[in-house]
C-alpha cells in the first residue's frame, strides 16, 4: 500500500466537495484552507483533518500570512502537494510552490490561466486564433487600436473570474472616459474587439500533457448576457464529433499544450464568430467549470471532474498510473436562474429527464439528460420560460473595485 500523502487544497468559496472527499478516500492528509466567511458552510468535515480560515475573500488574502502559515504547518507535516480549487487561488497555490518548493504550476505558467492579458499575449505567440486585442499600457498603442480595430470593444479585468467587470464599448471617446476613469487600475484591464458569435466551453483532464477526456458544450445563454442583463443561465454539451465539436477540441488541445497545463483540470472557452464562422480562443482556467458545470458533465459523460482531478493528483504524488473510468456520450444541460424564492420549489419539474436540481438558496436550477440532444434543449427551452416566468429575479451586477 502507498504511503498517505498531504495535500493543502486553497478555496475563496464553498466549492470542490467532491475533490476533497475523493483525496481522503484514496487515502490522504488533507488540509484546507478557505474564507472565513465560509466557516459555516457545510463542508465535508468527516474527509478533511484540519480546516484553516483566512480573513477576507478573493484577492484581500494576505499572501505572506499565507505563507507563514503553511510554512508553519509543514513544520511537523511534510506538504507533498498544493492545489487551488478556484480561479481566484490559483495566484496563492503558485505563489506558495515557488517559496516553498513544491513541485506544480509556478507563477509564470499560473499567469497563463488567471491573467487575461497574458493569455491572449500567449495564444498568439503560439498562433492560436483570437480576437484583436491591446493592453492599457501605452496610449498611443491604445489610439492606433481604436483607430484600426471596429467597435464594438470590450474592457475587460486581466485577472476577474468568469465575465465580471467586463464593459462594452462602442466608440473612442467612451473608451477613453472609462479608461481615464480608472485611474491608476487601467492596467489591470485590457482592451479587445468584441466578435459576436455563439460562446462555447471544452472542460477537460489532463495527465502528462495528454488530454484524457474532454467535452464540448455550447452557452445558451453567454456568462456575458447573464452578467450584463441578467437572466437564466444554461448550456449544453454538443453533438459528439460534429463540425464544431471537433474543431473546438483541436483549438483547445493547441491551448492546453501551448500554456503548459501538464496535469489536472481545465475549462476553457471559445467563440464562433457569426461573421466568418471561426473558432476564437477567448480565455482558459487551470480548474473544474462552475455554475454547476460539473454536474451536467457527469450527467453526460459518467466522468466526475471534481472525482478524477483529486484521483490525478493523487497519482501523481505517488508516482502511479491514472486510469480514466469509462467514458458514456449521451446529452446533458443545465439551466440555473437567481431565485426570488430562498427555496425554490422544483417539484413541478418533474419529467424522467431531471437528474439534478440545484441546491443553493436563492437559486432555482435543474440538470436534464437523454440520449437525445434535440430532448435535452427542448426541455431547457422550456424550463426556461418557466423559470423567468415564476422564479426568476435579476440583480445588478457588483461593480468590480477591487483587482488584482
Same mark, same amino acid.
Given at each position: 500500500?502507498? #504511503?498517505?500523502?498531504? &495535500?493543502?487544497?486553497?478555496?475563496?468559496?464553498?466549492?470542490?466537495?467532491?475533490?476533497?472527499?475523493?483525496?481522503?478516500?484514496?487515502?490522504?492528509?488533507? @488540509?484546507?484552507?478557505?474564507?472565513?466567511?465560509?466557516?459555516?458552510?457545510?463542508?465535508?468535515?468527516? +474527509?478533511?483533518?484540519?480546516? &484553516?480560515?483566512?480573513?477576507?475573500?478573493?484577492?484581500?488574502?494576505?499572501?505572506?500570512?499565507?505563507?507563514?502559515?503553511?510554512?508553519?504547518?509543514?513544520?511537523?507535516?511534510?506538504?507533498?502537494? %498544493?492545489?487551488?480549487?478556484?480561479?481566484?487561488?490559483?495566484?496563492?497555490?503558485?505563489?506558495?510552490?515557488?517559496?516553498?518548493? %513544491?513541485?506544480?504550476?509556478?507563477?509564470?505558467?499560473?499567469?497563463?490561466?488567471?491573467?487575461?492579458? *497574458?493569455?491572449?499575449?500567449?495564444?498568439?505567440?503560439?498562433?492560436?486564433?483570437?480576437?484583436? +486585442?491591446?493592453?492599457? &499600457?501605452?496610449?498611443?498603442?491604445?489610439?492606433? +487600436?481604436?483607430?484600426?480595430?471596429?467597435?464594438?470593444?470590450?474592457? #475587460?479585468?486581466?485577472?476577474?473570474?468568469?465575465?465580471?467587470?467586463?464593459?462594452?464599448?462602442?466608440?473612442?471617446?467612451?473608451?477613453?472616459?472609462?479608461?481615464?476613469?480608472?485611474?491608476?487600475?487601467?492596467?489591470? @484591464?485590457?482592451?479587445?474587439?468584441?466578435?459576436?458569435?455563439?460562446?462555447?466551453?471544452?472542460?477537460?483532464?489532463?495527465?502528462?500533457?495528454?488530454?484524457?477526456?474532454?467535452?464540448?458544450?455550447? @452557452?445558451?445563454? =453567454?456568462?456575458?448576457?447573464?452578467?450584463?442583463?441578467?437572466?437564466?443561465?444554461?448550456?449544453?454539451?454538443?453533438? !459528439?464529433? $460534429?463540425?464544431?465539436?471537433?474543431?473546438?477540441?483541436?483549438?483547445?488541445? /493547441?491551448?492546453?499544450?501551448? &500554456?503548459?497545463?501538464?496535469?489536472?483540470? /481545465?475549462?476553457?472557452?471559445?467563440?464562433?464568430?457569426?461573421? $466568418?464562422?471561426? %473558432? !476564437?480562443?477567448?480565455?482558459? $482556467?487551470?480548474?473544474?467549470?462552475? /455554475?454547476?458545470?460539473?454536474?451536467?458533465?457527469?450527467?453526460?459523460?459518467? %466522468?466526475?471532474?471534481?472525482?478524477?482531478?483529486?484521483?490525478?493528483?493523487?497519482?501523481?504524488?505517488?508516482?502511479?498510473? !491514472?486510469?480514466?473510468?469509462?467514458?458514456?456520450?449521451?446529452?446533458?444541460?443545465?439551466?440555473?436562474?437567481?431565485?426570488?424564492?430562498?427555496?425554490?420549489?422544483?417539484?413541478?419539474?418533474?419529467?424522467?429527464?431531471?437528474?439534478?436540481?440545484?441546491?443553493?438558496?436563492?437559486? *432555482?436550477?435543474?440538470?436534464?439528460?437523454?440520449?437525445?440532444?434535440?430532448?435535452?434543449?427542448?426541455?431547457?427551452?422550456?424550463?426556461?420560460?418557466?423559470?423567468?416566468?415564476?422564479? =426568476?429575479?435579476?440583480?445588478?451586477?457588483?461593480?468590480?473595485?477591487?483587482?488584482?
Amino acid at each position: 500500500m502507498k #504511503k498517505a500523502k498531504s &495535500f493543502v487544497c486553497i478555496s475563496n468559496y464553498f466549492k470542490g466537495t467532491d475533490f476533497l472527499i475523493q483525496l481522503k478516500k484514496l487515502g490522504n492528509t488533507v @488540509y484546507l484552507v478557505t474564507s472565513e466567511n465560509l466557516k459555516n458552510k457545510p463542508w465535508p468535515h468527516a +474527509f478533511i483533518d484540519e480546516i &484553516f480560515y483566512m480573513q477576507g475573500q478573493d484577492t484581500e488574502w494576505n499572501l505572506e500570512h499565507l505563507l507563514l502559515g503553511v510554512g508553519n504547518l509543514m513544520k511537523s507535516n511534510p506538504i507533498d502537494a %498544493i492545489v487551488a480549487l478556484d480561479d481566484y487561488d490559483v495566484e496563492k497555490a503558485t505563489y506558495l510552490r515557488e517559496n516553498l518548493r %513544491i513541485d506544480g504550476m509556478g507563477q509564470t505558467t499560473g499567469r497563463y490561466f488567471r491573467d487575461k492579458l *497574458a493569455m491572449r499575449m500567449r495564444a498568439k505567440s503560439c498562433g492560436i486564433p483570437i480576437p484583436a +486585442f491591446c493592453s492599457l &499600457f501605452n496610449d498611443h498603442d491604445i489610439n492606433t +487600436f481604436a483607430d484600426t480595430v471596429s467597435p464594438p470593444w470590450v474592457l #475587460k479585468p486581466r485577472s476577474e473570474a468568469s465575465s465580471s467587470g467586463i464593459i462594452k464599448v462602442y466608440d473612442k471617446e467612451t473608451l477613453w472616459i472609462h479608461i481615464n476613469e480608472m485611474g491608476n487600475n487601467r492596467f489591470k @484591464y485590457l482592451l479587445e474587439q468584441f466578435k459576436p458569435g455563439a460562446v462555447y466551453h471544452c472542460d477537460s483532464l489532463i495527465v502528462d500533457r495528454k488530454i484524457l477526456f474532454s467535452l464540448t458544450s455550447k @452557452y445558451l445563454a =453567454t456568462p456575458m448576457e447573464i452578467s450584463q442583463a441578467g437572466g437564466v443561465f444554461r448550456t449544453a454539451n454538443i453533438t !459528439y464529433n $460534429s463540425e464544431d465539436d471537433i474543431e473546438i477540441k483541436k483549438v483547445n488541445e /493547441a491551448v492546453l499544450k501551448g &500554456f503548459g497545463l501538464k496535469n489536472g483540470a /481545465a475549462h476553457t472557452e471559445f467563440i464562433k464568430c457569426n461573421e $466568418s464562422g471561426k %473558432i !476564437y480562443f477567448l480565455e482558459t $482556467s487551470s480548474r473544474v467549470g462552475g /455554475a454547476h458545470i460539473a454536474e451536467m458533465v457527469e450527467a453526460a459523460s459518467n %466522468i466526475n471532474l471534481w472525482k478524477e482531478w483529486a484521483t490525478i493528483e493523487d497519482v501523481l504524488v505517488k508516482n502511479t498510473e !491514472y486510469n480514466l473510468p469509462k467514458v458514456k456520450k449521451e446529452y446533458a444541460g443545465i439551466v440555473l436562474s437567481l431565485s426570488k424564492f430562498q427555496h425554490p420549489d422544483l417539484s413541478s419539474f418533474s419529467d424522467p429527464e431531471v437528474c439534478f436540481r440545484v441546491p443553493l438558496d436563492y437559486h *432555482a436550477g435543474l440538470i436534464v439528460k437523454s440520449d437525445n440532444n434535440e430532448r435535452v434543449l427542448e426541455l431547457l427551452n422550456n424550463y426556461t420560460n418557466r423559470l423567468v416566468s415564476d422564479y =426568476t429575479v435579476v440583480v445588478e451586477q457588483k461593480k468590480v473595485t477591487n483587482l488584482q
